[in-house]
């Protein structure tokens, strides 16, 4: 019967496993001692993410038909027959065109005003915002109707929109619009995969109808790590652990697109016909996941927010706290490494005590465990660099008492008469024999250590 449920476990595991990298938190695995829990790095799955956005049009007016508005199209000037009217749902393109699913096959559009007011610039704003951090998994694209913007520039903001900074710029000669060379994408290295860059393969007129699509490109800067149909995701993930500023090139929350001058046909602006510039956008398509330090593997829309459903005791949005009760512990981002399932290495105790200080034995001594209901404690930091490349896990459980030793409020251990340290950990007699009693002196010295750990303990989490 045993077996067949060890089997059974087994089984489970190896499947679910099987599902994918990163896709599960937890899995139960039979050991001697039974069924218990494993960890691991974990992420959610990449969502479409314009299902969830807040769009912000600016400035005001800019969306047409207020009042009511012909326009014509670049490739017939002539023909002026299409009208814009917001009081007409037929007639209407309002901002959440953009993010429709166009079921009915119609394409649906937002569309601005058109520049009747040259040589005033026409340009507008779109903020997209979505109150969480994500993280890209795919080319954001912009589906223009109407031709794509000679002159635009794609900016994210990190911190919910306080500040932003410049993703990509975009124009049809980008040393004149913003005095910089032209790049592609595609020409990025390894050794410049996170630099900004202007392009102008998305800017130049080739005719409305031909290439619709603006894009951001993510697969083409995966690729330098992951190969060029993207199968070595191992490849590019280790990079993400190891490169600085790798992972958060692709992380935001908010995305802006400011517009700055219209399709033009081809051509200079023809002061005659104003009526056939304006922007249309029908899609905004950002497929990303949520950023949840690999702590989740599932998020959720939760009363109108993305939300990660945290596991390894963690909590917050993004998964970037210790839950409630488990203060103590430092908090720390899971790891992709190593992989395939990412770090287990959750069992960890550092403890770095100047010997002349307390004249203890165990100075920078470093005890791991590997069962999962005992945790790491960071504590003073001679860990570095290398401490943040652990799946920290949070755990109620501070101290880990050795030779039968109790945790005691979860800032000392309570020793067995036999053992002494702060975890126990050292016999007080010579030779293996039984004694008695506590000496006085270890009990003081006890009652010093233990306040000034919970102390040191304390601040390393904070
Ligand atoms: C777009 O946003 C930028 C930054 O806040 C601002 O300077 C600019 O005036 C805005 N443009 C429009 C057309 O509202
Ligand atoms: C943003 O998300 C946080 C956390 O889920 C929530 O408390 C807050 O109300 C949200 N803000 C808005 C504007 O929805
Ligand atoms: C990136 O580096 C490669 C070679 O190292 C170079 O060819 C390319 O132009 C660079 N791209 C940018 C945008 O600097
Ligand atoms: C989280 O806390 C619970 C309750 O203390 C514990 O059983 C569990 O092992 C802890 N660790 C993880 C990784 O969930
Ligand atoms: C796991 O722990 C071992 C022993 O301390 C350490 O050498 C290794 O670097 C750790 N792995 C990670 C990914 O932190
Ligand atoms: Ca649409």
């Known amino acids: ?13 190896v499947l679910a496993r099987a599902r994918g990298q ?3 938190c937890k899995s139960l695995v039979s050991t001697d001692e039974g069924a218990v829990w494993e960890h ?15 769009i912000r049009v600016e400035p005001p007016g800019i969306t047409c038909g207020n009042p009511p508005e012909r326009f014509c199209t670049l490739e017939n000037p002539y023909l002026c027959s299409d009208e814009c009217d917001a009081s007409n749902p037929d007639l209407a393109h309002p901002p959440q065109l953009m993010q429709d699913r166009e079921r009915s096959g119609l394409i649906t559009y937002w569309q601005t005003v058109t520049w009747r007011r040259y040589p005033e610039p026409l340009q507008a704003n779109i903020t997209l915002s979505w109150n969480k951090t994500l993280e890209l998994t795919d080319d954001i694209q912009i589906t223009f109707e109407y031709g794509r ?13 306080r500040t932003w900074q410049p ?19 595609r020409d990025l290295t390894a050794a410049n995969i996170t630099r900004v860059i202007c392009t102008e393969q998305y800017s130049r007129w080739v005719g409305s109808k031909n290439e619709k699509v603006v894009r951001f490109e993510v697969r083409s800067r995966f690729a330098i790590f992951a190969g060029p149909r993207l199968l070595n995701m191992e490849g590019l993930y280790t990079r993400m652990e190891s490169m600085k500023g790798l992972r958060d090139f692709f992380t935001f ?3 802006r697109l400011r517009l700055l001058r219209p399709a033009l046909g081809g051509t200079y602006v023809q002061r005659d016909n104003l009526l056939k510039y304006f922007y249309a956008i029908s899609n905004v398509e950002v497929l990303a996941r949520c950023k949840c330090n690999l702590h989740a593997s599932l998020c959720l829309f939760v009363d109108g927010n993305l939300q990660c459903q945290c596991e390894h005791n963690t909590t917050g949005q993004d998964c970037q706290r210790c839950k409630k009760g488990f203060k103590a512990k430092t908090w720390k981002s899971g790891s992709y490494l190593p992989t395939p399932n990412g770090s287990p290495n959750t069992s960890r105790f550092k403890l770095h005590f100047e010997s002349s200080n ?3 034995s165990f100075s920078n001594s470093e005890i791991n465990t590997h069962t999962p209901t005992h945790i790491f404690i960071t504590a003073i930091d001679t860990l570095g660099a290398a401490g943040k490349t652990q799946t920290n896990v949070c755990d109620d459980e501070l101290l880990l008492c050795q030779n039968g030793g109790t945790c005691v409020q979860n800032q000392r251990c309570s020793c067995p008469p036999d053992f002494k340290g702060v975890l126990c950990q050292q016999s007080r007699c010579d030779g293996g024999k039984k004694c008695n009693g506590a000496s006085a002196l270890t009990l003081s010295l ?3 250590l233990c306040p000034l750990l919970a102390t040191l303990l304390g601040s390393a989490a904070s």
């Open 22 to 24: 990163y896709d599960l």
């Open 40 to 54: 691991y790095a974990c992420q959610p799955k990449a969502q479409a993410m314009k299902e969830y956005m807040r």
């Open 358 to 360: 307390f004249g203890t």
């Open 149 to 161: 913007p000679t002159v635009m520039v794609l900016e994210k903001s990190m911190n919910f929109g």
């Open 253 to 255: 929350t908010n995305l």
């Open 167 to 185: 993703y990509q710029y975009y124009a049809d000669d980008c040393v004149d619009a913003f005095t910089m060379a032209p790049r592609r994408a």
């Open 1 to 13: 019967m045993r077996a067949r449920a060890g089997l059974l476990y087994l089984l489970v595991h």
């Open 446 to 448: 006890a009652l010093l």
